[in-house]
């Protein structure tokens, strides 16, 4: 089991939830458009510039985006956009990664809860 792995289950089993996430080893932005094309989910991206709102339905089957420090190269904006990925403003402020990764995980929970 990977370090970051149990860190996550040792939180979950703390804050007593069912669910248990799995970590997943890192891969390109375009490998991972790749492998998600076959699966039934929808993929969202927090955008600064996006021109939607978080919704509820946004977080039911979906996989969510955290960009890089700094955000995503140009080359990667084309990329999601050719994949239709949806870029969705999470308020006025430009969040740190760690930061935008809570603050998809909180909005997953409130919105499933």
């Given at each position: 089991?990977?370090?970051?792995?149990?860190?996550?289950?040792?939180?979950?089993?703390?804050?007593?939830?069912i669910?248990?996430?799995?970590?997943?080893?890192?891969?390109s932005?375009?490998?991972?458009?790749?492998?998600?094309?076959?699966?039934?989910?929808?993929?969202?991206?927090?955008?600064?510039?996006?021109?939607?709102?978080?919704?509820?339905?946004?977080?039911?089957?979906?996989?969510?985006i955290?960009?890089?420090?700094?955000?995503?190269?140009?080359?990667?904006?084309?990329?999601?956009?050719?994949?239709?990925?949806?870029?969705?403003?999470?308020?006025?402020?430009?969040?740190?990664i760690?930061?935008?990764?809570?603050?998809?995980?909180?909005?997953?929970?409130?919105?499933?809860?």
């Open positions: 089991m990977s370090r970051a792995q149990k860190i996550v289950e040792e939180a979950s089993i703390q804050s007593k939830r669910f248990l996430p799995e970590v997943f080893v890192p891969v932005l375009n490998e991972f458009l790749n492998l998600q094309e076959n699966l039934n989910l929808s993929i969202y991206q927090f955008d600064p510039k996006g021109k939607s709102e978080p919704k509820p339905e946004f977080f039911q089957n979906s996989i969510w955290v960009g890089p420090e700094g955000g995503f190269r140009e080359k990667e904006i084309r990329l999601l956009r050719e994949k239709n990925i949806l870029g969705v403003k999470a308020g006025n402020a430009i969040l740190k760690e930061t935008a990764g809570i603050f998809a995980a909180s909005l997953f929970r409130y919105f499933n809860d």
